[in-house]
C-alpha cells in the first residue's frame, strides 16, 4: 500500500522504477544482502524489473522508499507485511550500508506502526532474522521485541538457509486508549500545530492530510461514538458547532460542494467531523473522496507557512461567525 509521511531526519514515499539506480546502491551490495531473503543483484535493470512487479496497492503489504531528508537521497526501503495466519505484521528492512549506525530502521519502523494503525488493526509485529545478525537483534530490542524462538528461512531462490531468530512484540490497542483523546490532550497542552479553534461543543483542526485543500475536522469534547448518546441540549449545540465550521471552511475556502462524514476511531470509537472541500477534478473519477485517499496519492503535508496560512483564514472566518 503506499504510504507518504515524515520523521524527524526522514521522507517516507512509494518505490518508484525509477529508484532502481539508487536502490542497486544496497541491492547490489554483497554486505548489505549477507542474511537477506533475496539474492544479490547483479544488475540495475534487474532491480527496475522487481520495483515494476510489485503490487502497489496490496492493502497488507507497505514497502516504502526511506530518503534521507537533507540529503534527498534514496538509502533504503523497509515495511510491513501482514500474515494472516499469525495475526500479525511482520517487518522487514534495507539501509545501504553508508548509512547504517545513525538509527533510522528504528525511527522508520517506529513511525511506520503508527502510520499503519491509522487504517489498519495492529495487534502483533513480528521479525525473523538470521542468527548471526546481531544489528537486526539490536534493532527488533530497541522496538520493544522479544525472543519467541528459533526458526530457519532460506533465501527466495533457494541457494542458502539460515539458522534465525523469531522476535515478536504483542500489542494490542489498550481499550481505554482514544486517538482522538489523544490529539485533544495535545491541543490542551499546546501540542497540536494543526489546532485552529475551540468551540463549544469541539475542536476544529485541519487535517494533517491537505489533498483536499482546506479538509477540516471538528473533534467532540464528549468521548461517546453515536449522536443519540449525547444529551440533547450537547447534541443540538454539536451539530450547530459542525454547521458554523462548515461554513467556515466554505467561507475561507471556497469548494464548490462540501462533504461532510461522522466518523469513529479506533476501539474506543469517539466521534468527529470530517469536512472535505470539494472541486472539480479533485478526484481521479467523479465520487467520494476515499477513492483518492484509499488508492495512494501525491504527499499532501502542507508546509508550515501553507499550514499556518490555512489555519489563519479558517480561524477568521470562525470568529466572524
Known sequence: M?????????????????DAEAAFLWCGDPLVNTYMIYPLYHRAE??????????????DNYDEGIVLKRTGELIGSGGMRYQP????WEIGYNIRRDQWGHGYTVEY??????????????????????????????????????????????????????????????????????????????????????FVKELETGYV????????????????????????????????????????????????????????ELLGTGKSRHM???????RHGDTPRPGPVWQTLMDGHAPCSPSEEKRDALKRALRMELDRL
Not at 492530510?209 to 449545540?237: I, M, N, V, W
Open 2 to 18: 503506499k504510504a507518504y509521511f515524515e520523521t524527524e531526519h526522514l521522507l517516507i514515499r512509494p518505490l518508484v522504477p525509477e
Open 46 to 59: 534487474d532491480v527496475r524489473a522487481w520495483l515494476m512487479s510489485r503490487d502497489v496497492n496490496d492493502p
Open 85 to 88: 495466519e499469525r495475526h500479525a
Open 109 to 194: 519502523l517506529t513511525a511506520l506502526i503508527d502510520y499503519v494503525r491509522r487504517f489498519r488493526s495492529v495487534e502483533a509485529i513480528d521479525g525473523i532474522f538470521a542468527a548471526p545478525n546481531h544489528k537486526s537483534q539490536r534493532v527488533m530490542e530497541k522496538l520493544g521485541m522479544v525472543y519467541v524462538r528459533d526458526t530457519s528461512f532460506s533465501r527466495l531462490d533457494g541457494s542458502e538457509t539460515f539458522a534465525a531468530k523469531y522476535y515478536r512484540r504483542n500489542d494490542p490497542q489498550p481499550e481505554g486508549q482514544c486517538l482522538i483523546c489523544d490529539r485533544i490532550r495535545d491541543i490542551v497542552q499546546d501540542r497540536n500545530p494543526y
Open 205 to 260: 483542526v485541519l487535517g494533517d492530510d491537505q489533498c483536499f485543500e482546506g479538509y477540516t475536522l471538528l473533534l467532540c469534547k464528549e468521548h461517546a461514538a453515536e449522536l443519540h448518546e449525547l444529551s440533547p441540549a450537547f447534541r443540538a449545540a454539536f451539530l450547530a458547532d459542525m454547521a458554523r465550521t462548515a461554513e467556515a471552511v466554505q467561507n475561507a475556502f471556497q469548494p464548490e460542494k462540501l462533504n461532510y
Open 272 to 278: 468527529h467531523w470530517h469536512i472535505f472541500p470539494r
